[in-house]
């Protein structure tokens, strides 16, 4: 629209020879100029700001600085344990040992990797879908039924998230053992069902998300409780399940010091205890160090989460963004 | 590397917290279970006999072999071999689940030096009366010294030993042109040429360990831990003690010890490019260094421990760990009968062939053993160097009833030495005085 009125406005100025012809040079130039800008990218404005040389540089940096580990991951993942010690860290040794080294990580200790990975798999489905199920349920209902001791409710919510897990593994450890369920999979599946956070962040989703009118329009048709939750009120709360699922994953994900203080049967480590547990190898006598397999291990580990985050990445930006335009 | 070490700290702080309670339930129960008359060797015939399941927890690798033997032999035991962690951890673990009275296993490896916590805590069996006496003699003194701790009692038995030898990086050495140490005047003076030859070389890593620092303390004639029943003493200005610190302080004063924790993915890389030198270190480390440190083969030999008086040949124990069978444990007997395969006979010697180093006599002085060459160490004859080390071990050495513990805080003292002004001796000092407390409030009597 713009461009053609500026072809429009440089068509009208012909006409007139002795206007044209000092007018020419400056009219074309500004007008070359102009199509080349507007064409190349939109106008700046507050929303398409002017491209900052320095903010594009810090943005670089802090790139840069993700991203390096990741990179000598995936390069060191490449090098066999010589290849390790006598390699620049960055840059690829003279052999590649990549398939190799994934073959050796699968079957080490008769596929005792595989067995983790499945491990960890039955903890995220069951601890963190657990958790974000009870999330959502907890917080739709604080933030849509008054019932006495709501207040109380948020008092205790909000303080759970202020204490760290850490503090709070060792008590839990003796309750667990109490009721012999040390050692079994329910110990880290059951306190990784319980996410203040998740519940604080449902809590507060539901009360922008779902419009009480609506609940009350659906009261009126007849609807029952039951069914206005998941026919009204469950796909308005998808962006925010969606965010606390990711979050619990990731932390069920890269859960350490719960499995370790609950778990002592290898059989059933999560995969962060049981890279662990071959590192430890390398500080005993007698035993064998594989140095090359845990990183080869630990790049295996990061793969299927760095998979969750992609795919589940657009209805994750879309629940930050809900709530935040008044309309 | 931060959390690990604060996790490392958590679970120190952790094993505390277990000892403290573990002392408290053994003050609280009698004496009559000791153990004598409850199981005889006829008891164990019996059970392997009848069968069942044998939960044991070690971190040993040559146990595997052993453990599908005993099966073999034995089909109706069934022996699930759990890795529950490395030292402390494990013991950590151990300490938890016999607190908390249930998880326990049947079998644990337990270190030398932690074997006296458990043994003071009556939480382990006496095998004694599951006829464990009659091996006085099939194992090397060092270790059986270990695991009989001066009573009658038998705590455990010998899986392993770690009589010290001198391992030294022989292409290092050539290209400098410095001659092997064979005393410890003389390796300080090998320190000062590696390190001057190339600033980027050092004779030994070390970063205050509390294992090697006692282990060296042993050899020089030091015994500052005598134990008898619940009295201690605990002295660091005996002669021995003083001619290690006089040593060693120059090593530290000179910047002659490359700050690197032993076992670090660092000491690795610098036992395997040259940066570290030597070690002086038990006879279990072969294995570690054909396996982890691979690209080096060929460059490392054996030679006997450096001396403190020149023409000696005193030895010390660093290492080693035995089988235990806790008071926890389902069925004693069976644990015991496997025990004794694992650590006796045939599977002593399996486990040797795997890569272990042997605590029983007869493997130690079989021709078949001495007489292996190590082609990591350009086909040296090892074994021979660390058989003459075994036989020549320090006696009359013991460690506190409360290793564990006083190992978890050498680096909040003796450590000291190793990062400020402060001088081993003072550092040894501190570390005597905490440890003395510490005792005193545990309920032994320290230092009367």
């Known amino acids: ?55 594009t540089l810090v943005t670089g940096l802090v790139l840069l600085y993700t991203l390096l580990p990741l990179a000598w991951l995936v390069i060191n ?26 073959t050796r990580t699968l079957t080490y200790d008769d596929g005792v990797f595989v067995r983790w990975l499945l491990n960890t798999l039955l903890y995220v489905v069951a601890g963190a879908g657990g958790a974000t199920v009870l999330a959502v349920l907890g917080g739709y209902a604080l933030a849509k039924y008054e019932f006495p001791g709501r207040r109380a409710v948020f008092a205790v919510v909000i303080g759970a998230v202020a204490v760290p897990g850490t503090a709070l593994a060792v008590p839990t450890f003796l309750m667990f053992s109490n009721m012999g369920l040390t050692n079994t999979p329910w110990a880290v599946i059951i306190p990784s069902l319980i996410s203040p956070f998740g519940l604080y962040l449902m809590w507060v989703f539901a009360a922008e998300a779902v419009p009480t ?40 994900w890269n859960n350490y010091f719960l499995p370790l203080i609950m778990i002592k049967d290898p059989d059933w480590y999560p995969l962060t205890l049981g890279l662990n547990a071959w590192n430890a190898q390398a500080q005993t006598a007698g035993g064998e160090a594989v140095f090359d397999l845990i990183i080869t291990g630990s790049l295996l580990t990061i793969v299927p989460i760095v998979a969750v985050f992609l795919l589940l990445q657009r209805y994750w930006q879309s629940g930050l963004a809900a709530g935040s335009v008044k309309e | 590397m931060r959390t690990h ?58 146990l595997k072999k052993v453990a599908e033997d005993f099966e073999k032999k034995y089909p109706k035991v069934d022996i699930e071999l759990i890795n529950a962690g490395t030292g402390d951890k494990q013991y950590t673990a151990l300490q938890n689940a016999m607190t908390a009275g249930s998880g326990a296993p049947d079998v644990a490896q337990i270190e030398y030096y932690a074997l006296g916590q458990f043994a003071i805590g009556k939480s382990i069996e006496n095998l004694s009366a599951y006829g464990a006496q009659k091996y006085g003699t099939t194992f090397t003194p060092g270790p059986w010294n270990a695991v009989t701790q001066g009573g009658e009692a038998i705590h455990a038995l010998p899986m392993d030993s770690g009589p010290m030898a001198f391992f030294y990086n022989k292409k290092v050495f050539d290209k400098h042109g410095i001659a092997v140490p064979t005393t410890w005047d003389e390796y300080v003076d090998a320190a000062r040429a590696l390190h001057k030859a190339d600033p980027k070389i050092f004779i030994t890593n070390d970063t205050g360990d509390a294992g090697a620092t006692t282990s060296l303390i042993w050899q020089a004639g030091g015994r500052p831990y005598k134990t008898d029943g619940t009295d201690v003493t605990i002295d660091f200005t005996d002669k021995g003690t003083k001619q290690y610190t006089a040593t060693w302080q120059k090593l530290l004063d000179e910047k002659l010890l490359a700050p690197v924790s032993s076992w670090s993915d660092a000491w690795y890389k610098g036992l395997a490019d040259g940066s570290l030198a030597t070690l002086s270190i038990g006879a279990w480390m072969p294995a570690n260094l054909t396996s982890g440190v691979a690209a080096a083969s060929g460059d490392w030999r054996v030679a006997p421990l450096p001396q403190w008086t020149k023409g000696d040949k005193t030895s010390a124990e660093n290492g080693g760990s035995s089988l235990a069978v806790p008071k926890a444990a389902k069925n004693k007997e069976l644990a015991y009968a496997f025990t004794e395969f694992a650590t006796t006979g045939t599977g002593a010697s399996t486990r040797v062939t795997e890569g272990a180093f042997p605590a029983t006599r007869a493997d130690l002085e079989s021709k078949a053993f001495l007489d292996t060459t190590f082609p990591y160490f350009g086909g040296q004859q090892a074994n021979r160097i660390f058989a003459e080390s075994a036989r020549n071990v320090g006696a009359n050495w013991s460690y506190l009833p409360y290793q564990v513990y006083a190992n978890s805080i050498f680096n909040d003292t003796v450590g000291k030495a190793y990062v400020s002004p402060t001088t081993l001796t003072d550092g040894l000092k501190a570390w005597q005085d905490a440890s003395i407390t510490y005792g005193k409030d545990q309920g032994f009597t320290v230092n009367k």
């Open chain 1, 1 to 55: 629209m713009t461009t053609s009125l500026t072809t429009a406005a440089s068509d009208s100025a012909t006409p007139s020879p002795d206007r044209r012809a000092a007018a020419a040079p400056a009219t074309a130039q500004r007008s070359r100029t102009g199509t080349a800008k507007r064409r190349g990218r939109l106008p700046h404005t507050p929303l398409h700001p002017r491209p900052s040389l320095p903010l």
């Open chain 1, 77 to 102: 993942a490449t090098k066999d344990q010589n290849g390790l010690f006598d390699s620049f860290g960055l840059w690829f040794a003279d052999e590649t040992h990549f398939w190799d080294n994934i």
């Open chain 1, 213 to 252: 009118e609506l609940l009350e329009a659906a009261r009126i048709d007849g609807s029952g409780e039951l069914r206005t939750f998941f026919t009204i009120a469950l796909p308005l709360l998808m962006p925010g399940t969606v965010t606390v699922l990711l979050f619990s994953m990731v932390a069920t």
């Open chain 2, 5 to 62: 070490s604060s996790t490392r700290r958590l679970l120190g702080a952790l094993a505390v917290l277990a000892t403290l309670a573990l002392t408290a339930t053994a003050c609280g129960s009698d004496d009559s279970n000791a153990g004598t008359g409850e199981s005889s060797p006829k008891d164990v015939q019996a059970a392997l006999d009848k069968g069942g399941k044998v939960t044991v927890w070690a971190w040993e690798p040559t």
